[in-house]
């Protein structure tokens, strides 16, 4: 039974599998994949590994006799359909590990409205370091009672769902989360698309002096009433998203894969200038 539908397996024997269903096209018959696979004959046997390996992998799908693989990570998502949650996670380290999760908050968007919030401290079973605490303003005793990660993540999960997830510098909130829910999920990893609100607005606003949170955040008017708390920088970022959904309208992108080629808006105008010079 799978753990949760937005999370897929890194483990070897899932990468193998999702591997030589590959080099079928993507789909065969249970039978020809089990005997390949693991050298099994039997019919029940196969259906049932098939099935066990289905049940570890949202990606792999198991119906009517054949066992697919449905490369869901590479779905491309339309921006007016999608759901979003914009996350913010404060922890103990930039560096993980031994960085844990101190925070969590999150912001759900759909038609640029704010629909849902997520909100915790995090008990990081470890003690919060004396410059964490300086920019954070956590302590130790504000977290001593608050749950530790593996008991809120699947309420996480459900939050998050099969939404698009955004942060500002996506990179490392993402691999913090991933981290994280691979030592409760062993193997695990987020299926969920991401953006970053830091290359969005590097190609969607020119003439900033840096692309800081705070700056973006200005740069639209948006107050940031305790900057490095999660909560409340997760629903700057999440207005600043909002914005950011408009530029992308405005320029007549409408899904995540328009988003990938979309170029910096400076390089752009460049162009154009040297075009008509030339011309």
């Known amino acids: 039974m799978l753990l949760h539908r937005n999370l897929i397996s890194n483990s070897e024997k899932i990468v193998e599998a999702i591997k030589l269903l590959r080099s079928f096209g993507g789909r065969t018959s249970v039978m020809k994949f089990a005997k390949r696979f693991a050298n099994i004959s039997s019919k029940d046997q196969a259906q049932q590994f098939a099935e066990e390996l289905s049940g570890k992998d949202p990606r792999i799908v198991v119906k009517d006799g054949f066992i697919e693989y449905i490369p869901l990570e590479k779905r491309n998502y339309i921006l007016s359909e999608s759901s979003f949650v914009v996350l913010d996670i404060e922890a103990t380290d930039s560096k993980f590990p031994p960085g844990r999760i101190l925070e969590i908050g999150a912001y759900k968007i759909k038609n640029r409205q704010i629909i849902g919030k997520f909100h915790s401290l995090v008990n990081p079973q470890t003690p919060v370091p004396k410059f964490i605490k300086e920019l954070t303003g956590i302590s130790d005793e504000m977290v001593e009672k608050s749950p530790v990660f593996e008991q809120l993540i699947s309420d996480f999960l459900e939050f998050l769902d099969d939404s698009i997830l955004v942060a500002h510098n996506t ?64 629903y700057a970022t999440a207005r600043i998203f909002m914005n950011l959904l408009s530029e992308l309208e405005n320029l007549g992108i409408k899904d995540l894969e328009g988003i990938k080629k979309l170029k910096n808006l400076k390089e752009s105008n460049a162009t154009i200038g040297n075009s008509s010079a030339i011309g």
């Open 171 to 234: 990179r490392f909130d993402v691999r913090l989360l991933n981290y994280e829910i691979g030592r409760t999920y062993e193997s695990y990893q987020l299926l969920n698309p991401s953006l970053c609100t830091v290359q969005l607005s590097r190609k969607l606003i020119t003439g900033l002096e840096n692309y800081r949170l705070k700056t973006i955040a200005n740069y639209y008017s948006i107050e940031i009433e305790n900057l490095h708390r999660a909560d409340d920088d997760s």
